[in-house]
């Protein structure tokens, strides 16, 4: 299985190589192998005496991060999907983007993202999840703003980006205490001790997270605004990523931790609630939409809705009807994706204003279409793989468990209503975009391309897609034992065994199939009716809106305050870096402890050091009172011999020796400067100036004058001193033990010295020799 | 001895941290120096003052000063001796660009 997740990745390799023949061979055909292979790779192991497998590898086992891959039902339904979609999309690519196009990048991204979706869907540890998660996040950024030279591509891959890394932290959380509430990282061994965490008291704030992270992905209300924006994407990423695979990223993290939830009731109240709401309030605005990709986005996003809704449901036949929906809705959403992509490929607009009645100039398309918008309506026929995972949606909608909370019970009564109502609006759209294509009255003249039918190459993917369409429709049953009751089963934790009929009887479920088709076929003869409804709600409210202002407070907050200190003036940063030194250390030295005050152990004072002493101090603060240069300067000298005289004292005999020499350098350095500076200007300074100086300065001495001697009054640890004196003579082979120190046991450090001097030394030569161009 | 040093060490810290922070280029290059002279007097006395005899080895002689200060003050001098240069050098062709020594006139573009 490792092997399998890093195939794309590996290729990605290539593929610069593979994209300097483009011109002969499409690149899209190497990678077109990629994703067919790890389909095959997978697809024995669909039967029914599957059984999970796990594969482990270690990589950081200090933090408890190896790379497990575990293999079960639910991980065979996505990965089966991510390759199987991929392959198809990759294909269909290679019509679709022409060779002008930069092949190389796309299929980089491509790749990229079939490694990281691969490994989300694989990944049994947290971590490994995690990593894998926020990469499909970066793809699918890179992805939506492949186009990048439109200002809408890079507006919508910022969008997506922010929001659904944003949730991609907020489940990093959620993972975190999972670890520590269990204290282990595989997502099966949790599952193991569900009980630890349904006891923990940290389980509301572990379920927010969690959910967080996957409504953000999956584009659930209310941050459904990102998906509609990713519709910039070239169409063939908008048919895999952003429908078929990475949106159901979310629905697969509450797939795979709902054995931990289950049983917990706000579980039910969140996922199902936010699941229908969204369904209901995204075929609402998807009717709205003008673009034919816009409508497909916003019913992905219901679709979504009610797939989560069946996973919060919780109920054994309920996730099967969701594991079920999830595969009908790749099929028929990406042959959808595929069609909207050719129409706009081949009549150069995506504006279902400007199109109509291309029924009899691309007939297959049509057909096509034809099958697909009708599955994702439900319509009640016996060929369409969508009516039967609708008809178990509003059957399962009926029979919800047992409710406790007076609010989960009132969600139980309101949602078959609600299932009802969203499915209206899905019937509506379905017929919208169908209808609105190739039906009516042909407006040619409105397109910027003669349309016509697709190449034959672009129509085998759709085609395929729509063949799985109708045959799931004929023998749904071919799927159900082998295939999804273990999806289901790696969901719920029983044996499931639905049997998916076509004729139910006269039950519930099929009044409101009815109910949905006679109603949605109302509305939508009659749409310019109520069409006006839209201006009202939402009218001019959008959660976009919402988006876009906190986008612009950051920005323009962020800019207040960074100019509010960063001015310029390095004066102000020194002053502002020396002010946080103080007031930090300060407090930490302070809260712990840290300053300490012994009179035993010192020195005899005596009155030649004090008089040093004074000279080197009066030597610093002479400096400021000066206000003559050359005098500064001068007096900076007495405070250095000062020092000198000191380290005398001290038994340094080699510090003041060099002392000496470096000081007498230095002031004649000074002096040099100061000669070829004739005009220097006259000090001019404020008395509320030198006072925040001096505030600063006394600050700053009297807290390193506080740890110094807390550093001498307090003895911590044994000093490493008498190490050098033993061992100087006989492994240095040098009595004077600093100068030792210096060119043997710390000779590394004296080397670089060395260097730092040299590369000043070039920059002082240079910095003399070069000369602006104006000046000379 | 050792408080009344680390008494003159912070005050040395003070004068450097006032020149450092004045508008005058020449008067942040004495501050650095100061500064670093602080700095030196600051490790030494961690150190302990006036204990044994001048690091050198000698028969007879069982008590000597710290040596590792020594080394890695006589390291900084030279270190800060390098930067003093360069530091003047660059406020010298600085000043000579820019016609003026004074700090807060010279802030960069507005850009950036």
């Known amino acids: ?776 | 001895m050792e408080i009344i040093m680390s008494v003159v060490a912070g005050i040395l810290f003070a004068a450097g941290i006032y020149n450092l922070l004045q508008k005058q280029l020449l008067r942040i290059v004495i501050g650095t120096v100061i500064l670093s002279n602080g700095a030196h007097l600051f490790i030494l006395t961690m150190g302990k003052l006036k204990r044994g005899a001048p690091p050198v080895l000698e028969y007879g002689v069982s008590e000597y000063a710290d040596p590792l200060p020594q080394a890695l003050i006589l390291t900084s001098i030279v270190i800060s001796f390098g930067l003093t240069s360069l530091l003047l050098v660059l406020s010298y062709r600085a000043a000579q660009e820019n016609n003026t020594d004074n700090m807060e006139k010279l802030r960069g573009n507005h850009d950036e």
């Open chain 1, 1 to 776: 299985m490792l092997f399998a997740v890093l195939l794309p990745l590996v290729l990605t390799l290539l593929i610069p190589f593979l994209s300097k023949f483009k011109d002969k061979v499409h690149t899209g055909i190497f990678v077109f192998f990629i994703p067919l292979g790890i389909f095959i790779f997978f697809v024995r192991f669909i039967g029914e005496g599957f059984s999970p497998e796990l594969e482990s590898y270690p990589w950081i086992p200090s933090l408890g991060i190896s790379l497990d891959f575990y293999l079960d039902g639910l991980s065979l339904l996505f990965v089966l999907l991510i390759s199987g979609i991929g392959a198809l999309v990759t294909f269909y690519s290679i019509f679709y983007l022409h060779k002008s196009e930069k092949l190389a990048h796309f299929y980089v991204y491509l790749l990229l993202f079939m490694t990281a979706m691969l490994g989300v869907v694989l990944s049994d540890n947290v971590y490994l999840l995690y990593t894998f998660w926020e990469l499909t996040s970066i793809s699918s950024f890179l992805l939506i703003g492949y186009w990048n030279h439109r200002e809408g591509s890079r507006y919508g891959a910022m969008k997506s980006m922010l929001i659904t890394v944003f949730g991609g932290l907020s489940m990093l959380g959620a993972f975190m205490l999972l670890h520590v509430i269990t204290g282990v990282t595989s997502v099966q061994q949790m599952i193991g001790s569900v009980d630890l965490i349904l006891s923990s008291d940290y389980l509301p704030l572990i379920m927010t997270l969690l959910l967080l992270g996957a409504f953000t992905k999956s584009a659930q209300f209310p941050f459904h605004i990102w998906l509609p924006d990713a519709m910039e994407a070239p169409t063939p990423v908008s048919a895999y990523l952003h429908s078929a695979t990475m949106v159901k990223a979310g629905i697969f993290l509450v797939a795979r931790f709902s054995p931990i939830f289950h049983g917990y009731e706000w579980f039910f109240i969140v996922v199902s609630g936010i699941g229908i709401i969204t369904l209901c309030w995204a075929s609402y605005m998807a009717v709205r939409q003008t673009d034919l990709k816009g409508i497909l986005a916003f019913s992905t996003v219901s679709q979504l809705g009610m797939i989560m809704a069946m996973l919060g449901f919780g109920t054994e036949a309920a996730v099967f009807a969701a594991v079920f929906h999830i595969l009908n809705h790749a099929t028929f959403k990406g042959s959808l994706f595929m069609i909207a992509g050719i129409i706009d490929h081949e009549s150069g607009t995506r504006d279902i204003r400007k199109l109509g009645g291309l029924m009899t100039l691309m007939p297959i398309s049509a057909t096509l279409a034809l099958f697909a918008a009708l599955s994702m309506a439900g319509v009640p026929l016996p060929f369409l793989n969508g009516f039967y995972s609708k008809e178990l949606f509003f059957e399962n909608s009926l029979h919800i468990g047992d409710t406790t909370l007076w609010i989960a019970s009132f969600l139980k009564q309101a949602i078959p209503y609600l299932a009802v109502f969203g499915s209206i609006f899905t019937f509506v759209y379905s017929m919208y975009f169908l209808f609105g294509t190739f039906t009516g009255k042909q407006k040619l003249e409105q397109l910027p391309k003669k349309p016509h039918e697709a190449p034959i190459g672009m129509l085998i993917a759709p085609a395929i897609l729509v063949f799985g369409v109708i045959f799931i429709g004929l023998f749904p049953n071919l799927f159900n034992e082998t295939f999804l009751a273990h999806a289901a089963k790696a969901i719920s934790g029983e044996d499931t065994h639905e049997h998916i009929v076509y004729w139910h009887g006269l039950k519930p479920a099929f009044y409101m199939s009815l109910i949905v088709v006679a109603f949605g076929t109302l509305l939508y003869l009659f749409r310019k009716k109520w069409w006006s409804i839209y201006r009202a709600i939402p009218g001019s409210l959008s959660f976009n809106r919402v988006y876009n202002g906190i986008l612009k407070g950051l920005d323009v907050y962020t800019a207040k305050l960074t100019k509010s200190y960063m001015n310029g003036s390095l004066r102000r940063y020194t002053a502002l870096i020396v002010s946080t030194i103080i007031i930090v250390t300060g407090l930490v030295m302070a809260g712990t402890n840290g300053f300490t005050f012994k009179t035993d152990d010192l020195a005899p004072v005596t009155i030649p050091e004090i008089l040093v002493g004074i000279m080197v101090i009066a030597g610093a603060v002479g400096t400021i009172l000066a206000k003559n240069n050359v005098a500064a300067i001068i007096i900076l000298g007495v405070s250095g011999y000062g020092q000198a005289l000191l380290f005398v004292f001290y038994r340094a005999p080699d510090l003041a020796l060099t002392q000496l020499v470096i000081e007498t350098i230095t002031v004649a350095l000074l002096l040099l400067c100061f000669h070829h500076l004739p005009q220097l200007s006259r000090r001019t300074e404020g008395a509320g100036f030198r006072l925040t100086n001096a505030v600063i300065a006394v600050g700053f001495g009297t807290l390193m004058t506080l740890i110094g001697i807390s550093a001498h009054s307090s003895k911590w640890f044994t000093a490493i001193s008498d190490y050098f004196l033993e061992t100087s003579h006989d492994l240095g082979g040098g009595d004077n033990v600093v100068n030792v120190i210096l060119v043997d046991m710390r000779g590394l450090d004296t080397l670089f010295e060395i260097t730092v001097l040299g590369i000043a030394a070039f920059s002082i030569y240079s910095l003399i020799k070069l000369r602006s161009k104006e000046g000379e």
